[in-house]
């Protein structure tokens, strides 16, 4: 019937073998439909499973594949189109249902190049099918022919979901998620057999249970004398394990700076995911420093083999093309199927809005999961509408069990102007915190009513041995450092430092903190939320009302004293990062305005500056909700933003980067990337143009750079003045 032998999906591997396009359909549909199965969505699945590479039937395609092989030019042939024209014509045409297409049509459309906006697709598959319609029945022939089956499957059932509804449109990208994974995961087998036997290495979160009971008797038995903050952990450890044992669904876990909430919500996530059958754990946290500090921390108790952290994305390109260094980079990407994963909030929420695979991949493991967001009070308010849309309907459809992890709530449930979160219930993980923030009052309050400049500020820090300075923004670092001059002892915290240099920063603070030596150190943002720092000192420069919290909690966290001090000042010639974090800024210096320092201490404080913020804040500004009801993913891609300008990674000269950049360049992966990651620093993509032109910057590949202008051993990538870690990273 056929004058070509045999149809392939992929080029040769090592071992000369060509990959079978029927035998990849039929594994693609397969595990699609696996991975589908927790969410309802397994036929959808293995519909678009099966006809995802239809296009490949063409015989123009493949000779595109054999001219690959032989080093050949050839045009590229596009072939997902194809499976996405044959769904419409039998679903949209034939069967008459004008919506129930776009469920499974986009997803085959967008496996390689991204979901496309529905009214738009619609627009170019009917122009395709007048101009293909007889191509799409001969492919289709071939399809049946090859695959062995008399007729076309049927149809799978439509989703009891209306057409324009954010429910249905987060169900396709659960649907897009699990065909891109699948036909992933199908090509690295292929490709990289070794690689996807060790996909297959991760502890079940039953061990990793085991592992932590062990843990926590040592950690028990080492801890220090029966001290009030000591005591404090222990009971939102206990509160943590017996919440546990409850239903799933939402969870608040309010717990006080210094008050033991790492271990203890990672307590409560392993042992309610093993009585309730969960799949898998995922922190998600809004800086990167934090991310090292925590997965360290997790490595200690669980092992280095359990954790999987992951905060900066491969560049991948994200095309059609079938060469084997393009195909090879998009194997790299990470899926997240491993058991406990530490993650930033950039990667998790920009994963849950993205339209394109590489990222997309991923979320189908969310299913049947439990989510802890940490520092949840730092989402940005005027995406918080989508954003909590998306997290109800992960609780309600997809079995996830979400903890809302701070010192400082945020009131989410508490507002009528969240509707997402209306009538949602929400449960104390820690009943009685309230009473934890009062026992555990390790500080006092000096808000300052007069400005102080930078020569002033220097002038003050100059007479105090241990201090800690946090500031708005990379700008004012600068200026305040620079006001110190040759000062000794001085340290300097930013993400314009990398993860490597950091690292070394802080265990050089922390081992003067412990032997009483001088150390001042002057920060970004970066400095405040989980770093374990113990400052007797700490001067905050007037920010977001939580902010100010946070870095408190760097201030006699141990309670060494009988009261550490907490200095909260305007900065004559500060400036603060534009957009939400200005407007809690202002916020804040209105609520602050004529109150004691003490309020400061009170939770109830946090709740009306959330509800003062969520008021006057437009929570869902870019109107984001009304693109993802029209199913168009591109445009909600494109807005949805928890860092306003798209950032690029850069290598940076410092330590063993050099030997890192060259392993990674050689052979591009998952291993080499992850061992390049604390050599990067992020920049903002407009800086980067800049930096560029100014001959500092080497492109190395779409969005990643290597830096050749200076680093400097106190202040990092010398040259920007906007620092990324002013805003979630």
Sequence with gaps: MEHIFHYYAHTPNAQKVWHDLV??????????????RPFGGEAHAAWAGLFHDLGKFNPSFQEYLQAQY??????????????????????????????????IALPVCGHHSGLAAAGRLAQDLEE???????????????????????????????RPL?????????????????????????????????????????????????RFVKNQESFLATRDADTPTNRVRREVYESCLRAAEGPPGVWRLTVPTGGGKTRSGLAFALKHAVLHG???VVVAIPYTSIIEQTADVYRKILGNEAVLEHHSQVPVPEDEGQDPLALRLRLAAENWDAPLIVTTTVQLFESLFTNRP??????????????????????????????????????????????????????????????????????????????????????????????????????EIRELQQVLVVLNSRRDVLELLKALGDLPDVFHLSTFLC??????????????LEEGKPVRLVSTQVVEAGVDLDFPVVYRAVGPMDRVVQAAGRCNREGRLAEGRVVVFEPAEGRAPRGPYKAGLEKARLLLRGRPAESLHDPELYRQYFRRLFADVDLDKKRIQEYRRDLNYPEVAHLYRLIEEEMVSVVVPYGEAGERLEEWLKQPGRTTWRRLQPYLVGLFRH???????????????????????GYDERLGLVGPVYDPGDLIV
């Design 358 to 459: 590489v990222r997309a991949r991923r979320l189908h493991n969310l299913a049947r999961s439990v989510i802890l967001l940490d520092e949840v009070q730092a989402l940005p308010p005027e995406i918080l509408k989508p954003t909590l849309d998306v997290l109800r309907a992960l609780v309600e459809d997809y079995g996830v069990t979400l903890v809302l992890s701070t010192a400082t709530q945020p009131t989410f449930d508490d507002t009528p102007y969240l509707r997402e979160f209306c009538g949602l219930e929400v449960r104390e993980i820690v009943p009685q915190y309230r009473e934890h923030f009062q026992r555990l009052k390790r500080v006092d309050y000096e808000l300052r009513e007069e400005p102080l400049s930078w020569e002033d500020l220097a002038g």
């Design 687 to 709: 800086e980067a143009a800049k930096f560029k032109k100014e001959g500092l910057l080497a492109l190395l590949g779409e969005g990643f750079y290597r830096w050749t202008g």
């Design 23 to 36: 035998s990849h359909l039929q594994k693609v549909a397969e595990q699609a439909s696996a991975f589908a």
């Design 499 to 512: 993860g490597a240099h950091r690292r070394r920063v802080l265990a050089e603070v922390s081992c003067r």
């Design 70 to 103: 032989r080093g050949e030019k050839y045009p590229r042939v596009p072939h997902a189109v194809w499976g996405a024209a044959l769904i419409y014509r039998l679903l949209c045409k034939g069967a008459k249902d004008p919506e129930g297409w776009k469920d």
């Design 278 to 280: 969960k799949r898998r």
């Design 162 to 210: 209306p057409a324009r509804d954010t429910r249905r449109e987060f169900f396709i990208r659960m649907l897009f998620s699990a065909l891109v994974d699948a036909d992933y995961l199908d090509t690295e087998a292929h490709f990289a057999p070794e690689p996807a036997q060790v996909r297959r290495g991760w502890p079940e979160i039953p061990e990793l249970w085991t």
């Design 128 to 158: 395709f099918l007048q101009k293909n319609s007889e191509s799409l029945s001969i492919f289709c022939t071939r399809f049946l022919h090859w695959m062995r089956i008399e007729t076309l499957p049927k149809p799978p059932p439509l």
